[in-house]
């Protein structure tokens, strides 16, 4: 019976370690997220602005060189 108890301790401090580690991979992870979030919120801000200039040239650009479509905005 004594020997049941040590096996049974030995699988609670090895659950006890994962469960450590689980939650440190938990956290690299989330702080991965995080930083991944925040460098498409900067991707996305700078294909808006790209989009915006775009649109700018477009309209500055004489009607006989300018694309033939009816909307010449590149953000459709």
């Known amino acids: 019976m004594l020997e049941d108890f040590d096996a049974l301790a030995a699988k609670v401090k090895e659950l006890t370690t994962m469960v450590h580690a689980l939650r440190g991979e938990n ?9 991944a979030s925040s460098e ?4 996305r801000a700078r294909v808006d602005e790209a989009t915006r200039r775009l649109d700018a040239l477009l309209e500055r650009l004489p009607d006989e060189l300018a694309p033939a479509t009816e909307n010449r905005r590149w953000n459709t």
């Open 27 to 35: 956290q690299h992870l989330r702080a991965q997220v995080v930083a």
């Open 40 to 43: 498409l919120d900067a991707m």
